[in-house]
């Protein structure tokens, strides 16, 4: 048995860098909805343009964004009655 036959092939993807557009990001939340929070691969496949680290980190920015408006409201006195 040869080393070509042991390796697995990798699966050719396509790495985009910089800042998410705004149809990725529609994808991603499409995503994120469809399969639960933390299947970073699977939300990446349905994105099919960034990485499962990516979407990963997308994810932690989106959240870390919230968080500060959130406390910025917080911090302006509005409080949310639900």
């Not at 995503?31 to 929070?37: K, Q, T």
């Not at 406390?71 to 302006?76: E, G, L, P, Q, T």
Request: charged share 30%.
């Amino acid at each position: 048995m040869s080393i070509p036959e042991i390796l697995p092939t990798p699966t050719p993807v396509s790495q985009k860098r910089g800042p998410w557009s705004s149809d990725e990001h529609e994808r991603y939340c499409t995503g994120l909805e469809m399969f639960r929070y933390g299947s970073w691969k699977r939300i990446a496949e349905y994105v099919g343009t960034r990485t499962e680290r990516q979407v990963q980190s997308h994810a932690q920015s989106i959240r870390a964004k919230r968080k500060r408006a959130e406390n910025r409201r917080k911090r302006n006195g509005y409080v949310d009655h639900q």
